[in-house]
T-cell receptor, first 115, second 111 residues
Framework: DGGITQSPKYLFRKEGQNVTLSCEQNLNHDAMYWYRQDPGQGLRLIYYSQIVNDFQKGDIAEGYSVSREKKESFPLTVTSAQKNPTAFYLC??????????????FGEGSWLTVV | QKEVEQDPGPLSVPEGAIVSLNCTYSNSAFQYFMWYRQYSRKGPELLMYTYSSGNKEDGRFTAQVDKSSKYISLFIRDSQPSDSATYLCAMSVTTGNQFYFGTGTSLTVIP
């Protein structure tokens, strides 16, 4: 089945640790996105990538890093510099980005908790 | 002012009721409008997609866009307990790189 796979579903991080969230899509989409969702705040864009080997910061990129070495993969690293990382993280993809009426599709999300 | 405003609710209705969910927006360049349903602890799933103004119907769901008022709606007829979820509106422009989301409305349909 075509779709977006995020792993792990649940992740616990100790203070001072970096963790990486995986996102893989087999939809052959060019654009990929990472969002953070907190209660009452909706979706906030962390990073997005329109094409392989290129990505742009979103509204809340501080403390996060990404890579886009392959079209189907867009991993997100939550670094120790992110002061409040406990949240629900959503990976998404779109055929050619937001332009020209493309829709966006989401993975099932990853829950990150700092312990 | 946020570009997309959505009443967070919560909204609680009896089974069988007609539900109206709404978003307003400030950017007149928005051309494409989407509604997503998100169950608890799951990713959002695309429900409806409309371009420019007008209505679109799919089963019990109707999406309505009024560009002159910068207002979009999602109607759910004969609501079911399985419709209990958070509903997110989303929008985009023709030439942009990003999608713009409302904060979501929490809906509970009581059996």
């Amino acid at each position: 089945d075509g779709g977006i796979t995020q792993s792990p579903k649940y992740l616990f991080r100790k203070e001072g640790q970096n963790v990486t969230l995986s996102c893989e899509q087999n939809l052959n989409h060019d654009a990929m996105y990472w969002y953070r969702q907190d209660p009452g705040q909706g979706l906030r864009l962390i990073y997005y990538s329109q094409i392989v080997n290129d990505f742009q910061k979103g509204d809340i990129a501080e403390g996060y890093s990404v890579s886009r070495e392959k079209k189907e993969s867009f991993p997100l690293t939550v670094t120790s510099a992110q002061k409040n990382p406990t949240a629900f993280y959503l990976c998404a993809s779109s055929r050619q980005g937001a332009a020209s009426g493309n829709t966006i599709y989401f993975g099932e999300g990853s829950w990150l908790t700092v312990v | 002012q946020k570009e997309v405003e959505q009443d967070p609710g919560p909204l609680s209705v009896p089974e069988g009721a007609i539900v109206s969910l709404n978003c307003t927006y400030s950017n007149s360049a928005f051309q494409y409008f989407m509604w997503y349903r998100q169950y608890s602890r799951k990713g959002p799933e695309l429900l409806m997609y409309t371009y420019s103004s007008g209505n679109k119907e799919d089963g019990r769901f109707t999406a309505q866009v009024d560009k002159s008022s910068k207002y979009i709606s999602l109607f759910i007829r004969d609501s079911q307990p399985s419709d209990s979820a958070t509903y997110l509106c989303a929008m985009s422009v023709t030439t942009g790189n990003q999608f713009y989301f409302g904060t979501g409305t929490s809906l509970t349909v009581i059996p």
